[in-house]
Each structure stands twice: as C-alpha cells, then as structure tokens.
C-alpha cells in the first residue's frame, strides 16, 4: 500500500474540465456547475457569502436595534469592532483545521457552530449581549480561509488567482447585500404587522436559516480534492496526514506569510472598517437620510461583483506575462493607488464627488485583495492552510487597529481619520519589496543566479526522512505545476512529473 | 458598468435630497407662547404600549393679544432629556430646526386653540427606553414654526419623565431562536459521526 507509483494510485476519474497532473483544474468555467471543481467554487462562495451578510446584517438595522436595546454610540462601536475581531484567531485557526481536516469538514463544522450566534442576536437584550452576539457572528468570517483554501486545492496556478478573486469577491458582496436585504425583510415583517422592536429580531432569522443550509450544502455535496475527500485520501495513502507543529513551524518561519498578513490588514482592513464607518459619514458629514447612506455603504461592498475578481484575474494576466514578479509589482501599484485615493476621500468636500472617490477607491481596495491571493498560494505548498489564515488574520487585525486608532472617540473627525487611514495604507504597502522567491524574483531582483528551482523551494518544507517516506509528493506536484509563475520570457523547464493532464 | 449607473443612481437621489437640508427656523428665534403641561411627574416611570400620557396645553395670556394671530397648527412631540442624549449621536440637539433631533415622536397635530385643549395619549411601541419631556411647535398658515411650549425648563433639567421600553421579545421568538441554535450543534455532532463510522468502513 506504501506503493508511491502514480499510475497505479488513483483512479483517474474523467472530469468535465482540463486538469493538470494534480487533477486541479486549469481553465474556470463560471456557469458550470460540474462536479468537484466549480461546484466545490459555488458552494464555497455562496457559504462565504451568507456570513458575511449575517456578520453585517446589525449595521443597517442600527437605528432600530440601538432604540430597543438602549445602546450608546460607544456601544454600537464596540461591538463593530467585536464583530471583526473574532476571525482574526478564527482564521488562523481555520487555516490549521484546512490543513488537517480539509476545507468541506472545517467549514461546514464552523458555519454550523457561528449559526446558532446568529439565531440568538434575535433574543439580545443588553449591550453586553449584543456585542457576544456581534462577536461570535464574526467567526464566521474564518470561513474566507476555507474558501481560498478549497479553491487552491482545487484549481491549477493558472487560473488560482481567478478563482481565488471571484469566490472572495462574491462572497465579500454579503457585506454590501446585506445593507439592502436586511432593512427590506425588515420592512416586510413590519408591514405584516410586528411592530418595529419585533420585527428586526424575526428578520435575523433569514441570515442564520441561510447560514445553517449552505452549511449542510457544503457537507453533502462538497468535496476536499479533485480526488476525493481527506478522510478517503488518508485511508488511501494518497495524502499523508500531516502533523500540526510541522505544519505550524513552515508557516511561521516563512518571512512571506507575515508580509502578506501585514498588507492585506491594509486592503481587506481597510475594506471592513470602511463597511462599518461609511454610512455614517455620509450620514453626518452630508446630512442624507439614513436610507441614502444605507444605499451609498451597500455601493462600496457591492463593487466586490466584479473588482476583487479583478484583482485575482489581473494577477493571473501579469502572471502569464511576467510570472511572479508581475503579481507582485501590480499588487504594490493598485494597492498604493488605493491608498492615495483613501487619502483624496477624506480632503473632498463635496457630497458627489465624495461617492465617486469612494467607488474608484472601493474598485482599487477590493483588487488588492484579489491580488494578495494571487500570491498567497504560492507561499507555500505544505503550510497553504495556516499561511491563508494568516494572511485572512491579518486582515482582521487591520480592521481592528484601524478602528481603533482612528475611529474611535472624538480624538480625529471622521474625514481626518480616513485621510490618515489612506497614509497608513501607503506605508503598509511598502513591505510588498521585500517579498523575494528564489526561484521565480521579487520586485527588484530578478531570479537567483544560483538556479534554484520551484522543487528546491517547496522541497524546503520537508525533512530527509518525510521524504524518505514520500510525504512530499503533492508538493513536488505542486512545484511542478507552478514553473508557469516564472512568466513567458523563460522556455517551460524540465518538470519532475511524469502524469500527462487529462483532457 | 454597475459603477457608472451606480453614481447615476445614488447621484439623483442625492440632489433630491438636497432640498430637505436646506436652512430651517431656528429654535433660538422661537418664543415660548404656549404652557404646556402633563399628566406625568418628575421621575414617573411609565411602560411603553400600556401606560398613558395626558397633555394639556394653552396659550400664555402674559403675552400681548394678536401674538397668535398667525397660529394655524400645533403639533406635540416626545422628546428626549440631555441625559438620554449623551454619546448618541443620532439624537442630538441641533438649533437649526431642520437638523434638530431633539424630538422624534409625534404625539398628536391638531389645530390651534387658544384654550381647553387636551389629549390623551397611548405610549407607543416603539419608544425606546429613555428620559423624556413634552414639546409642542405651533406653525403658521405656510408651515413655518412660529411659536413653542414645553414641559421643562430651558436647561431641560426640571420635570422629565422615564418610558420603559417593549423588550420586543416573544415567547415563540425565543423557543424557535433555542431550538434552532440546537439543532446546528446537534446537526453537526451527528455529520461528525457519519463521518467517523465512514473513516472506520473504509479500513475494513
């Protein structure tokens, strides 16, 4: 059974799309829904995005909530920020849970335990107990890390940085859809004939039914690999169970995975906290309505549709072209764009051209997270799980700093807190330089003289004696596959793989 | 491109909106011509939905006879004491009459009598739980505010009131909230499981 000859492991199951040797697949069709490779893609964008409309279904119904349960403006902020400080151990813990147990059983398990956080928001009665609710919604954000994870496993460094970008971006969309969804069923239970105080705890019910059955989905019809399940592989020997401090020890050590966890707090973090505080800017600074800034807030979250997706097929363009380094070089640029128009936002004085930088700025912001995940894959191959947490933990802890340091308080007006903000994003970008894979460059350094290939690297993560054992087989899989990151000027270099894709 | 229809949309509503932030009266320049009074005490404590709050009010005879000429409307208001005001934004007191948050419940609009007017007064369901005082705003025949009364003083220190609010909560909301909650949990132990008895069938 110890018997390592790929031809005769597994069972090589005719797939509706063009896989590669690791039967990931290499083209992304978005209307399919063939099984595993995009269904695994719908199921875990649609899971991701029913927590992401349950984590911000409070805000919009605010002004009720903060009526029945008596809430200060210190209190709403609060727990604004409890809700985004929950993922940022949850997604590293989810990262170690992909790792071990695979993306199907690590989010199902966490979506159906975040649930019953959703269910209770409609019975809280204190401030105290709509922060815990607030908080424990948010864990359900961890499930960003499952999502990339699954489309990492499930799709070949080709088209990784697409997939990764749409199943993100619409599963981001929760955050702006759920600024409309939740004052409508609001509106209609209330026009049924629950009075308001009644009305918006009925209306959490939606949320967290819609969490709890794309759960379920996830579990029945979902799939860890192209080949089968963690379990079923494990059994198998096909994929070695690893061992959590080894897992543990490559990502930690790995300089890349804390870079990345710092940038993308100044993306995605920038993107949360703008979630929570944009309504109520244009609500004080201008003086629309409260329905009005509703619409204007759900804008910036609904830009997700197409401009994270952006990003991640942006990565995968430059990529073609310039490899690695072209990922890494048009992250820093959209990025740093990004900031300098955070920078602008805050200095507008008008109310229309307040909305038309904050879309443009949205735009550039959401690419940057799709970009960030152009890049995260190839991190690494052993640690992919821990690696995605941190950077998704990341992006937390930038929310919640950003919140903190400016948006809190009376210390910055608003408009000052989001110039600033801009500021800190440009700095925090700047890291980006000095991201460097020997094997492929960084942004100012081409790849090493030394000839070190994508094997090297990956092979990096693994002890003689694992080896010896052949643990390390998807991983030179893997490095295989990913000698296209050293872009088209290089000839395709000899790879160390011998199973030819099917067709 | 959903950006571009986005800015249109969002753009027009926006104009529109223009007009209602325009410069109003400000509270300032009113005169107190009406005495107000009501049925609550310093400090009553009085629950939403059941208990009631009758309010009597008339005109000032201090003030010299035509002052009220130009009264055609006078609409009563819930409004909220500073205490219930404090790191709450959204209930603010803002002299431009047209910013002011001050009051937000409409108690009753009824026309303008100089004397014998009164009005009983439900609590509604939707008053939050807070400190409050009466005001009336007298308007003229355009729809301007020309006048005012209220129960308290002008540092809004004397004779205010507590409502209590509905909690909104059901017996029904309640068990269906518990039961969902449990069987999420109980749904996933019993995945775990199958999963597990699964993992056992495939080493045989």
Redesign the interface.
């Known amino acids: 059974m110890e018997n390592m000859d790929l031809e005769s492991k597994s069972v090589h199951r005719d797939f509706v799309l063009p896989v590669d040797s690791e039967d990931k697949a290499t083209k992304f069709r978005v209307y399919s829904v063939s099984a595993p490779h995009m269904r695994a893609f719908h199921l875990s964008w649609i899971s991701f995005f029913a927590c992401f409309v349950s984590t911000f279904a409070a805000p919009p119904l605010v002004?009720i909530i903060?009526?029945?349960l008596?809430l200060?403006?210190?209190d709403i902020g609060n727990a604004g920020i409890a809700a985004v400080s929950g993922a940022v151990f949850g997604r590293i813990a989810m990262g170690i849970a992909c790792d071990l147990f695979g993306s199907r059983?690590a989010s199902?398990?966490l979506i159906?335990?975040t649930?019953?956080a959703v269910?209770?928001t409609?019975?809280a009665?204190s401030a105290v107990s709509f922060l815990l609710v607030r908080f424990f919604t948010g864990f359900s954000l961890a499930t960003f890390v499952s999502t990339q994870f699954w489309m990492s496993s499930m799709f070949s460094a080709k088209v990784v940085g697409t997939a990764n970008g749409i199943a993100g971006g619409w599963g981001n969309l929760g955050g702006g859809a759920t600024q409309l969804i939740m004052p409508l069923v609001f509106s209609l239970i209330h026009k049924i004939g629950a009075?308001?105080?009644?009305a918006?705890?009925?209306a959490f019910?939606i949320p967290?039914?819609f969490q709890?059955l794309s759960?379920?989905a996830v579990?029945f019809f979902g799939q860890d690999m192209p080949d089968g399940d963690y379990?079923?592989l494990h059994?198998s020997g096909e994929k070695h169970k690893d061992n959590i401090s080894d897992v543990l020890y490559h990502a930690v050590t790995n300089y890349r995975g804390w870079i990345l966890a710092l940038t993308y707090g100044y993306c995605f973090g920038v993107e949360l906290t703008v979630d929570n505080i944009i309504a109520q800017y244009f609500f004080?600074r201008?003086?629309?309505?409260l329905h009005?800034a509703g619409?204007?807030a759900a804008?910036f979250g609904?830009?997700n549709?197409?401009s994270r997706p952006g990003g991640g097929t942006l990565s995968d363009i430059m990529a073609k072209r310039f490899g690695m380094r072209g990922r890494l070089w048009a992250l820093w640029i959209m990025q740093t764009l990004g900031g300098l128009l955070c920078v602008l936002l805050g200095k507008v004085e008008s109310?229309?051209g307040s909305?038309?930088v904050m879309?443009?700025f949205s735009?550039f912001c959401q690419a940057a997270c799709g970009l960030t995940f152009g890049v995260v894959p190839f991190v690494s191959r052993r640690s992919l799980g821990i690696i995605s947490g941190m950077t998704g933990g990341g992006g937390n802890i930038g929310a919640v700093l950003t919140q903190v340091i400016f948006f809190r308080g009376t210390r910055y007006s608003t408009e000052t807190g989001i110039t600033y903000m801009g500021i800190m994003i440009i700095c925090c970008t700047l890291p980006i330089m000095f991201i460097y894979f020997p094997q492929w460059g960084g942004m100012f350094y081409g790849p090493s003289s030394k000839g070190l290939t994508e094997e090297d690297y990956y092979m990096k993560e693994w002890s003689l004696k694992e080896k010896e054992n052949g643990f390390h087989q998807s991983s030179m899989k893997f490095a295989g596959n990913s000698t296209s990151e050293r872009g088209k000027k290089v000839e395709s270099a000899p790879t160390p793989i011998d199973g030819t894709p099917n067709t | 491109?959903?950006?571009i229809s986005?800015?249109f949309?969002?753009?027009t509503?926006?104009?529109s909106?223009f007009e209602?932030?325009a410069y109003g009266a400000l509270f300032s320049s009113l005169h107190q011509t009406l005495i107000l009074n009501s049925s609550t005490s310093q400090g009553q404590v009085l629950q939403a939905g059941e208990e009631q709050v009758t309010i009597t009010w008339s005109l000032n005879k201090n003030y010299p006879t035509g002052t009220d000429s130009n009264y055609k409307i006078v609409k009563v208001k819930l409004c909220y004491a500073p205490m219930s005001q404090?790191?709450?934004?959204?209930r603010k007191s803002n002299d431009n009459l047209n910013?002011d948050k001050t009051c937000q419940f409409n108690v009753v609009t009824k026309p303008y009598k100089p004397s014998n007017n009164n009005f009983t007064w439900t609590i509604e369901?939707?008053v939050?739980?807070?400190s409050y005082f009466i005001r009336a705003y007298v308007y003229d025949y355009v729809g301007e505010v020309v006048a005012f009364g209220q129960t308290t003083d002008s540092h809004k220190k004397t004779n205010l009131f507590q409502i209590t609010?509905?909690?909104?909560?059901?017996v029904a909301?309640?068990v269906?909230?518990?039961c969902?909650?449990?069987f999420?949990?109980i749904?996933?132990i019993g995945?775990?499981l199958v999963?597990k008895r699964?993992?056992k069938s495939?080493?045989r």
């Open positions: 002004p903060r009526d029945n008596d200060t403006a210190t059983l199902s398990a159906l335990l649930a019953p269910f209770l409609s019975i009665n009075t308001p105080f009644t918006w705890r009925i019910f967290a039914l709890a759960a379920y579990f379990a079923k059994k004080d201008f003086n629309v309505n009005t619409i204007i804008s609904l830009a549709l197409f109310l229309s909305i038309a879309l443009v735009v | 491109m959903a950006t986005d800015i949309v969002v753009t509503i926006v104009f909106c209602i932030t404090l790191d709450r934004g959204w910013k369901k939707d939050p739980s807070a609010a509905i909690t909104g909560r059901h909301i309640n269906c909230a518990a969902f909650s449990a999420s949990v749904s996933l995945f775990y999963e699964k993992g495939l080493r």
